[in-house]
């Protein structure tokens, strides 16, 4: 079965700082990989998602992920976090040969101090 | 504005009852996805619907069962509710059955005593 490991539950840091998420996924075939993510008090917003091509994709505010295959690895990444990235970040996968449901891990928090 | 509606917001039920929760999907979209995330867990997909049928299923028992109406709305039912039902349930639209393009509700928050 697939499964999406996020390597940090809680992750702690200062305004300016560098911020990476890590998220690992098991599974052999091909997969979309996407980052939400879901500010206090709101719902779930896609951030960026990757099928193919370049693996290094952009998504928005500052936000870009890196897919390697060969780790099945796609970690987060953001040069300099703000006070107002303070949220928690999913990272999921769809398996391209089935229908429509993504597979989530468990979710890391950011809390950034001002 | 998500563009997805989830109503109620929050909910107690006692174990045992049962429960619907309902979606309006966003404009323009005709598939309808539940997702239930427990506390410090991510979401975990129940079921989809797209022309009024339950496409694909996760691994949740008989229990949760759903229905989409004409205008794309959907409901979710669950029977004998458990404590272990107790959790924030995410409704998700998007255009066909892919979930490139979802738009994620609010949630529904269900606590189950």
């Known amino acids: 079965a697939q499964s999406v490991s996020q390597h940090n539950h809680h992750v702690i840091l200062s305004e300016a700082a560098s911020l990476e998420l890590g998220c690992n996924y098991s599974?052999?075939?091909?997969?979309?990989l996407f980052w939400y993510v879901q500010y206090p008090g709101q719902h779930l917003q896609l951030l960026l998602k990757?099928?193919?091509?370049?693996?290094l994709v952009k998504g928005i505010k500052g936000f870009e992920a890196e897919f390697i295959k060969s780790k099945f690895s796609f970690n987060l990444r953001k040069p300099s976090v703000q006070w107002s990235d303070t949220a928690e970040y999913f990272c999921?996968?769809?398996?391209?040969?089935?229908?429509?449901?993504?597979?989530f891990g468990k979710g890391t928090k950011l809390s950034v101090k001002p | 504005d998500a563009g997805v509606t989830q109503s109620p917001t929050h909910l107690i039920k006692t174990r045992g009852q049962q429960v619907t929760l309902r979606c309006s999907p966003k404009?323009?979209?005709?598939?309808v996805s539940w997702y239930q995330q427990a506390l410090g867990q991510g979401p975990q997909f129940i079921f989809q619907?797209?022309?009024?049928?339950?496409?694909q299923r996760g691994n949740f028992p008989d229990r949760f069962s759903g229905h989409q109406f004409p205008n794309y709305s959907s409901e979710l039912n669950v029977n004998a509710l458990l404590l272990g039902d107790s959790a924030l349930y995410l409704c998700?639209?998007?255009?066909?059955?892919?979930?490139?393009?979802?738009?994620f509700g609010s949630g529904t928050r269900l606590t189950v005593v």
């Open positions: 990757y099928f193919s091509g370049d693996p």
């Open positions: 998700a639209s998007s255009l066909g059955t892919r979930p490139y393009g979802y738009t």
């Open positions: 599974y052999g075939g091909t997969v979309n």
């Open positions: 619907y797209y022309e009024e049928e339950e496409r």
């Open positions: 999921a996968v769809n398996d391209r040969g089935s229908q429509g449901n993504l597979i």
């Open positions: 404009s323009g979209h005709d598939t």
